[in-house]
């Protein structure tokens, strides 16, 4: 059994200044892991994919994230946000061998101008 | 790479009628693909899992008979909800997983459904 808990469902920040949306899983398996974007009544799009390599995994757009075993965390980074960034954000965990995907309940990032 | 559509991109329709969403892949071949369905300011709740050629595998709580799934070619998969009533109103949304040599647990989703049961 896999889960996902995104740590916030709201995250504001202003135009310039760094982005952490904070995402925690669990999985009984080495886990797949991504990030996905959705905007407003959009589809969502992949931003970055974890899959056992490199532990820091860039995406695109600027974004990053981390997977952190020991913290069983994988926080999404931006260093400035830009206005285009608002949007809401999916931690989402697949295990291993298994195509299905859980999804978190989404982080609504909110930027300021 | 890796396009997934949807069509339509909305539909309106009365009480007791049927509607048909249909999802391609456009640059790639999916073995499988996934239905969601989303309600509003919540996450994607998977419902069906369609492997071209066979019967699609719903998850507990949704009803086989009235979500009709046909994924009848590697590119194309349809979902057609039967006798429509205003619960079923959502965003309904594809994805869609690339098969053979490039077998991966990606997915890639298409832009989504927005259905109004009147």
């Known amino acids: 059994a896999q889960s996902v808990t995104q740590l916030d469902s709201h995250v504001s920040v202003s135009e310039g200044t760094p982005v952490l949306l904070r995402c925690n899983y669990s999985?009984?398996?080495?886990?797949?892991l991504f990030w996905y974007v959705q905007h407003p009544n959009k589809g969502l799009q992949l931003l970055l994919k974890?899959?056992?390599?490199?532990?820091l995994v860039k995406g695109i757009n600027g974004f990053e994230a981390e997977f952190k075993k020991s913290e069983t965390s994988f926080h999404l980074t931006k260093p400035s946000a830009h206005m285009s960034d608002a949007a809401e954000y999916f931690c989402?965990?697949?295990?291993?061998?298994?195509?299905?995907?859980?999804f978190g309940k989404g982080t609504k990032l909110s930027v300021i101008p | 790479g890796a396009v997934v559509s949807q069509h339509p991109s909305w539909v309106i329709c009365k009480s007791g009628t049927s509607v048909k969403i249909e999802c391609r892949s456009l640059d790639f071949q999916a073995t499988t693909m996934f239905w969601y369905r989303q309600f509003p300011k919540q996450s994607l709740m998977l419902m069906a899992t369609?492997?071209?050629?066979?019967?699609?595998?719903?998850e507990q709580g949704v009803e086989k008979d009235k979500f009709l799934i046909n994924h009848a070619s590697l590119t194309l998969s349809t979902l057609t909800v039967t006798s429509a009533h205003p619960e079923d109103s959502s965003f309904y949304i594809c994805?869609?997983?690339?098969?053979?040599?490039?077998?991966?647990?990606?997915?890639?989703f298409g832009p989504g459904t927005r259905l109004t049961v009147l």
């Open positions: 999985s009984s398996y080495s886990p797949s």
């Open positions: 974890y899959t056992s390599a490199a532990t």
């Open positions: 994805s869609a997983r690339e098969g053979g040599l490039a077998l991966t647990d990606t997915q890639y």
């Open positions: 369609s492997n071209e050629g066979s019967k699609a595998t719903y």
């Open positions: 989402v965990v697949a295990g291993a061998g298994s195509y299905q995907l859980t």
